[in-house]
């Protein structure tokens, strides 16, 4: 099973070549936007899952749910202090929601070994048994919450902007859970059930 990892300039992806970019401007003194123009950073990452034992960075712990040969491709965009973070799949099973985050490790041979949510905040609450269910920590504000539903070919794709972006913590790591939609009550927040599939792919 072939393993590709793509890793291109937003620059080539948008064109930025196709006119003039006119003279350099200073700091923007603009509040956020959701647009993505002049991006600080931009990274992308393409993986197809495999079993474990043939995988080397998107790994399948359920081929029935998260099948051989599926792709995922992630970009992440940081600028204006957000970061934008998509995720497209294709060959998924159809018509199927998926609830998927950032995690904090990469990938390995067990689903757990990703480790917990990517949280902009870290939960004090949390331990490594006990990972964050407090809504207040574990909502996709404070966490990337990539939530998708494919469509009738097992392709889908999503989009998430969160109000930061990464210092000396950045994920490692898309983990795809069982349940097709995350949890958002106390609690539970945060949780998806079992993992289906991991792709290890820097953020930046
Ligand atoms: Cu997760």
Redesign the pocket.
């Known amino acids: 099973m072939r393993i590709v990892i793509v890793m291109a300039a937003l620059c080539a992806a948008a064109g930025c070549g196709s006119s003039d970019p006119g003279p350099a401007q200073p700091a923007q003194t603009q509040p956020a936007q959701t647009t993505t123009s002049e991006p600080a950073a931009s990274t992308r990452h393409t993986g197809t899952l495999a079993p474990v034992e043939a995988a080397d960075t998107a790994f399948t712990y359920n081929p029935a749910v998260a099948p051989p040969g599926a792709e995922l491709e992630l970009e992440v965009v940081e600028a204006d202090s957000m970061t934008t973070v998509r995720l497209s799949v294709d060959r998924l099973l159809p018509d199927r929601g998926y609830?998927?985050?950032?995690?904090t490790q990469p990938c390995g041979r067990v689903g757990t070994d990703?480790g917990?949510?990517y949280q902009h905040e870290i939960d004090p609450a949390a331990t490594p048994d006990k990972p964050s269910v407090d809504p207040a920590y574990a909502n996709p504000q404070n966490e990337i919450w990539l939530d998708l539903t494919t469509d009738g070919q097992g392709s889908g794709s999503t989009e998430a902007t969160v109000p930061f972006v990464f210092g000396d913590r950045v994920p490692a790591s898309i983990?795809v859970?069982e349940q097709q939609k995350?949890a958002t009550e106390h609690g539970k927040a945060?949780?998806?059930g079992a993992?289906l599939a991991c792709f290890t792919a820097p953020f930046r």
């Open positions: 609830a998927i985050h950032a995690h990703a917990p949510h983990v859970h995350t945060g949780t998806a993992r």
